[in-house]
């Protein structure tokens, strides 16, 4: 089996550490990437510390997976040795069951292999993902990479884009739709230039003032501080659709608020503990909320295709391996503009 450097998070308290993984022995229809950027999802910090109380140690996180193909299978098709490739949050599913066969295997009825802290589909081998010099996948859950330019940027497409770009496209953003983003982290931001990118008016909803600029520059049209109740007020019965993307616990009756008749609120922040409904805001115009998992395999590529056309790309802060541990220190203060990602050459340094 070949090993890769990587780094792992061991226990739900210690910072994470160097690691030396094992990965499987490549089979016909696997693809070996040379790993060389990988973002850090909030998701990650999440796990690494057990606030979803599902992890499983050593962990190695990573799920905004960008680099070269080394080598290819025998049955392998879709991918040539020197091509860029992605790989997203999930590395396998059953593949037969209905969702999987509509592409949204995300939703597959006997569960999705996640591209880390989960497992393969004998349900006992762990997987292992991007904090990591090399990853094999099956060629079926990799996406070919068309970007031209610099690779850093598209690293966070795999999770962050994908993320927000299927709710977008399942709730029919498009031009002159008035839609919320609420949070601008690496989501958010992400969010902000893909509902643009489609024409929609945005209106970014933060916790703060201090991010006012960078949400006009990113595509946004109208900018709230959402602890404001008279900022909030003015935007009341104003939204055809919001997305949600908060990473912690926060009150969702101003953001209800702002809905107009049938709005619908998407959750895709992912907060440990379980946030309070308020039920008024509901009956009133008859809004709804629902929730969205990331996106299908097929759905990934398109969104990264529409990433190439529209020249998306996250704005990134990139660091070595080393700095890991505080970056996710300044992930939990919300201070991060709006992605860091690894340059995973400094698992060799
Ligand atoms: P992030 O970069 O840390 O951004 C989260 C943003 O939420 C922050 O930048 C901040 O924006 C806002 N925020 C944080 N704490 C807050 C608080 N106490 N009150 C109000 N706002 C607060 O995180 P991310 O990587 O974008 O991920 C966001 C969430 O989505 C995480 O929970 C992650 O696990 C989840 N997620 C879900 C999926 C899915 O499939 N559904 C996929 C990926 C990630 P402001 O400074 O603008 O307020
Ligand atoms: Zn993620
Ligand atoms: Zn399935």
Same mark, same amino acid.
């Given at each position: 089996?070949?090993?890769?450097?990587?780094?792992?998070?061991?226990?739900?308290?210690?910072?994470? @550490?160097p690691?030396e +993984?094992?990965?499987?022995?490549?089979?016909?229809?696997?693809?070996? $990437?040379?790993i060389t950027? #990988?973002?850090?999802?909030?998701?990650?910090?999440?796990?690494?510390?057990?606030?979803?109380?599902?992890?499983s140690?050593?962990?190695?996180p990573?799920?905004?997976?960008?680099?070269?193909?080394?080598?290819?299978?025998?049955?392998?098709?879709?991918?040539?040795?020197?091509?860029?490739?992605?790989v997203? #949050?999930?590395?396998?599913?059953c593949?037969? #069951?209905? @969702?999987?066969e509509r592409?949204?295997?995300?939703?597959c009825?006997?569960?999705?292999?996640?591209?880390?802290?989960?497992?393969?589909?004998? *349900?006992?081998?762990?997987?292992?993902?991007?904090?990591?010099?090399? $990853?094999?996948?099956?060629?079926?859950?990799?996406?070919?990479?068309?970007?031209?330019?610099?690779?850093?940027?598209?690293?966070?497409?795999?999770?962050?884009?994908?993320t927000?770009?299927?709710?977008?496209?399942h709730w029919?953003?498009?031009?002159?739709t008035?839609?919320?983003?609420?949070?601008?982290?690496?989501?958010?931001?992400?969010?902000? *230039?893909?509902?643009?990118a489609?024409?929609?008016?945005?209106?970014?909803f933060?916790?703060?003032?201090? *991010?006012?600029? &960078?949400? *006009?520059? +990113?595509?946004?049209?109208?900018?709230?501080?959402?602890?404001?109740?008279?900022?909030? @007020?003015?935007?009341?019965?104003?939204?055809?659709?919001?997305?949600?993307?908060?990473?912690?616990?926060?009150?969702l !009756?101003?953001?209800?608020?702002?809905?107009?008749?049938?709005?619908?609120?998407?959750?895709?922040?992912?907060?440990?503990?379980? +946030?309070?409904?308020?039920?008024?805001?509901?009956?009133?115009?008859?809004?709804a909320?629902a929730?969205?998992?990331?996106?299908?395999?097929?759905?990934?590529?398109?969104? +990264?295709?529409? #990433?190439?056309?529209?020249q $998306? !790309?996250? &704005?990134?802060?990139?660091?070595?391996?080393?700095?890991?541990?505080?970056?996710?220190?300044?992930l939990?203060?919300?201070?991060?503009?709006y992605?860091?990602?690894?340059?995973?050459?400094?698992?060799?340094a």
């Open positions: 089996m070949p090993t890769t450097k990587a780094y792992a998070a061991f226990d739900a308290k210690s910072p994470l @550490a690691f +993984l094992s990965r499987r022995d490549p089979k016909p229809n696997d693809v070996t $990437i040379d950027y #990988c973002g850090i999802c909030h998701s990650d910090l999440h796990q690494a510390r057990n606030e979803w109380q599902n992890a140690y050593p962990m190695v990573g799920h905004e997976i960008v680099g070269r193909v080394i080598a290819v299978g025998s049955a392998v098709t879709k991918l040539e040795v020197g091509q860029i490739a992605g997203g #949050c999930m590395v396998d599913s593949r037969r #069951c209905s @969702a999987c592409g949204l295997e995300q939703y009825e006997e569960g999705m292999s996640l591209t880390y802290n989960g497992f393969e589909r004998d *349900k006992k081998t762990p997987t292992h993902g991007g904090y990591s010099k090399q $990853i094999v996948v099956d060629e079926r859950y990799v996406v070919a990479v068309r970007q031209s330019g610099s690779l850093e940027g598209v690293a966070p497409l795999l999770c962050a884009g994908i927000t770009y299927s709710p977008l496209r029919k953003v498009g031009k002159g008035r839609v919320g983003v609420v949070g601008l982290g690496g989501l958010g931001h992400v969010a902000v *230039k893909l509902a643009a489609m024409g929609a008016e945005v209106t970014l933060s916790s703060s003032d201090r *991010k006012r600029d &960078d949400a *006009k520059r +990113l595509g946004a049209h109208e900018y709230v501080v959402s602890t404001d109740a008279a900022q909030m @007020a003015k935007h009341h019965g104003r939204l055809d659709f919001i997305l949600n993307t908060v990473s912690a616990e926060h009150d !009756t101003g953001l209800l608020l702002a809905l107009r008749l049938d709005g619908t609120m998407v959750m895709v922040g992912a907060p440990e503990k379980p +946030l309070a409904l308020p039920v008024f805001p509901l009956l009133m115009n008859r809004r909320v929730g969205s998992g990331i996106g299908g395999i097929a759905e990934t590529q398109e969104m +990264l295709d529409f #990433c190439a056309k529209h $998306i !790309t996250a &704005d990134v802060e990139v660091i070595p391996i080393q700095k890991v541990n505080e970056a996710y220190e300044r939990v203060k919300a201070d991060v503009r992605r860091f990602v690894i340059d995973n050459a400094t698992l060799e």
